[in-house]
Every structure is written in structure tokens, then in C-alpha cells.
């Protein structure tokens, strides 16, 4: 650790290279100073040496200094510190690589005078010396290198963790493993994002654009690789969950976790999360093998009325321009009228329903399923017809 306590040095120094409070005279221990007021405090005034007490005492001193936002000091701190790696006790020796990891991290990252290089070079170092914190330190340096840009050498850093093991793979390394891929497939998703976004700044007769979009396929697959895993691992893992769903979304629109990020979707507070929102369940609806799936049709009855209530028709009318010529015969003809009635009263009302909002009241499907008798659905279908007169996107009048 020599070398990094020599940049502990250099950290603590001012801006025209002299100690803030004292110099230091060699490298290593020699903080004439701050030895002082540590052996003040531990014996009291008498000049009695305890190694324990030291190095328990300058740990107060660090987290004081941190505390108080002072980088220069918690250096300097830290720079005596280090001998603690050196302890006698077992136990002490061997908890000290996690404790300088954390403190040494906070320090480089604050400092005014802290650099990406030597930051990296103290990962490094504290990966080779705290063997059983390499999963923690070298997800943690991936998180430092993301917050400066550095893309591909955090990625780096994961693919050489992801592989990592030592002794007998305990459960705390499995969870550790998990986020380690699971940061890596943020990662991928992340560049798979931007790819796609250069993808629709190109005109799709281009020759660049079949290549590009091969290009943003493979990536896709990487990075649903990468995440998939934790969909069968407990826990919460939200916004690695959200990027996969995304991915699904963009290459298997018909996915069943389709229908949970439409829910997602629709309880942002972002009105384009929103809208996609309503994008998601009709390219579900788009597929023959979900034209059955209750649950897809209830989430649209029910968000289209509340897009429309929201005085949104625009949202409605750009996801059902596409599918206007295609989607009355696929979806809502006379034929599937009858079947799905006989079949599920209930997944023919919702249908219905969708029908009356964007075909209007003269739809076959819609006219035929309002025309049933049926005691327990009476009631609803009459608030359908009630709905549908007030929220239809259709003009009053038009037969299809």
C-alpha cells in the first residue's frame, strides 16, 4: 500500500505543495503532529504507545474529518491509518482491508485533488489485499467509472468480477454475483438504448440501417442474457427488471410481462411513459395468441377511458391509425362477436367496449354483444352503451 499512501501524501497537500497543518518529514508513519496529539489522547498525556488504541483513535479522527467534508485532513488521517494492516490481532488485521476500502473511497472520490487514475490504482491495490471484498470493491469501482464516463472500462471491470471466484461460492458471493451481472446488463442496456435512438435518426431505405439495426438486435440479446437471471433470484431489482422488460418490449412486444410494464407505465409521472403505455397493450392485442387474454383487454377498456377522460384522443388516434384497416376484421367481426360470447361473456364485454371507443356505435361487434341478455352483465353493458356514446373517437352515425 506504500504507493497509495505516497498519493495520501501528495492529497493532503496544499495547493503549493506544503502540509495544511504540518509537513511530512519521510514516507509511512511519520506525521510528527498528528502522533502526537493521537498518543495525547489515548494515554492521557503520558507517552505510552498502544497499537490498538492508535490506529482506534486516528479512525475517529478520519470520521470526524469526513464528517466535516474535510478531504485534506481525512487523508492525512488516512496515511497513519494504514498501519492498521499491520496489527498483531487476527481479527483486526483482517477486518481493516474493508474498513480502509470504504474510507480510502470516500476520500478519493470528494477530494479536490483526486484523479480517475488514482483512484483506479488504489481499487486495484484493495482488491488484491481485501481478497474477500473483490466482488464489493470492484462493483463499487464499475459505479465509480460509470459516474465518470467510463463506460467500457466499468464494463471491464464487471466481466473480470462476473468470472471471480474464491474458495467454496457462498451465498453472500451469489448475491453479489447477481449485481455484478446485473450492472453489467445496465450497462449493455444502456448502449443498447443509444443504438437504437441513432437507429431512428437514420431513413430506413439507407443501406447503414439494416446493419445498424443487426447490430441493435445482438445487443439486445446480450443484454436480456445479462438480467434474465435475476427474474428467478429474490429481490427487488426494479430498475434492472424495468431495462430487460424494455428490451422484451422492443423485440417480443407479445411477452407476458408486457402487461407489468404497461402497469409500470402507466403510474409514471412522465406523460411520455404514459403514453407508451397505451402503445404496449396494443401491440400485445397485436399478436392471434393474446386476442384471448382477458387481462390485456380490461387494462384497455380501462385506459382508453382514462386517456380520453384525460383528454387525450391524439395518444388514441396514433396507436389505432396503423391498425384501422387490419384490426375490425381481427379483432371485432361479427363472427367473433358470437364466438367470444359463447365462449366468455366477460372477455366479450371489455372487447366490446373497446370496440364502441374506437369503431363507434356502429360497430357489428359492439351492436351485437350490446344486444345479449344476460342478468349478471345487464348492468354493464348498459354502462358500456353510456360510455361509449360519451367517449367514442368516432362521430355519431358511422357504421363499420
Known amino acids: 500500500m506504500s504507493d497509495f499512501g505516497e498519493e495520501l501524501t501528495k492529497l493532503a497537500e496544499g ?37 490498538a488504541q492508535t490506529t482506534s483513535t486516528c479512525l475517529s479522527f478520519i470520521q470526524e474529518a469526513l464528517l466535516k467534508h474535510q478531504w485534506r485532513q481525512a487523508a492525512e488521517y488516512m496515511h497513519s491509518y494504514l498501519q492498521t494492516l499491520e496489527d498483531s490481532d487476527t481479527y483486526r488485521r483482517q477486518a481493516a482491508p474493508e474498513i480502509i476500502w470504504k474510507l480510502g ?24 489485499i481485501g481478497v474477500l471484498n473483490y466482488l464489493k470493491i470492484s462493483l463499487q469501482h464499475a459505479l465509480y467509472l460509470i459516474h465518470h464516463g467510463m463506460l467500457e472500462d466499468a464494463n471491464r471491470i464487471l466481466s473480470d468480477a462476473e468470472t471471480w471466484r474464491y474458495g467454496e461460492k457462498s451465498s453472500s458471493q451469489e448475491v453479489l454475483i447477481n449485481l455484478v451481472q446485473a450492472y453489467k446488463g445496465l450497462l ?25 439495426t443487426r447490430n441493435m438486435l445482438s445487443q439486445s440479446c446480450r443484454t436480456s442474457t445479462n438480467i434474465c437471471a435475476l427474474l428467478k433470484t429474490p429481490g427487488v431489482w426494479d430498475p434492472f427488471v424495468k431495462s430487460y422488460v424494455e428490451i422484451l418490449h422492443e423485440i417480443v412486444p407479445s411477452h407476458p410481462l408486457m402487461l407489468e410494464f404497461h402497469t409500470l407505465l402507466r403510474k409514471s409521472d412522465t406523460e411520455e411513459h404514459r403514453k407508451l403505455g397505451l402503445g404496449v397493450l396494443f401491440e400485445v392485442l397485436d399478436f392471434a395468441g393474446c386476442s384471448k387474454n382477458i387481462t390485456a383487454w380490461k ?27 387490419w384490426w375490425p376484421a381481427f379483432h371485432f367481426s361479427l363472427f367473433w ?45 348498459k354502462q358500456m352503451k353510456k360510455s361509449v356514446k360519451k367517449y367514442s373517437i368516432v362521430n355519431p352515425g358511422v357504421c363499420t
Open 105 to 128: 473511497s470516500e476520500i478519493l472520490f470528494y477530494h479536490p485533488k483526486s484523479n480517475v487514475e488514482t483512484f483506479n490504482n488504489f481499487a486495484d491495490r484493495m482488491k488484491n
Open 299 to 325: 387494462y384497455l377498456a380501462k385506459y382508453l377511458k382514462q386517456t380520453l377522460i384525460e383528454s387525450q384522443p391524439a395518444w388514441v388516434e396514433e396507436v389505432w391509425k396503423p391498425r384501422r384497416s
Open 337 to 381: 362477436a358470437k364466438s367470444d360470447w359463447k365462449a366468455d361473456a366477460d372477455l366479450a364485454c371489455e372487447k366490446a367496449f373497446v370496440a364502441g371507443i374506437l369503431l363507434g356505435k356502429g360497430c357489428r361487434y359492439f351492436r351485437y354483444i350490446l344486444k345479449q341478455d344476460h342478468e349478471i352483465l345487464k348492468k354493464k353493458i
Open 15 to 51: 495547493e503549493d505543495g506544503k502540509r495544511e497543518s504540518s509537513v511530512l518529514s519521510n514516507p509511512g508513519m511519520h506525521c510528527p503532529w498528528l502522533q502526537e496529539r493521537i498518543e495525547t489522547v489515548v494515554t492521557g498525556g503520558k507517552k505510552k504507545r498502544d497499537f
Open 188 to 212: 449493455q442496456y444502456y448502449t443498447w438504448s443509444r443504438k437504437k435512438m441513432e437507429l431512428s435518426e437514420i431513413d430506413k431505405d439507407d443501406y447503414a440501417y439494416t446493419a445498424k
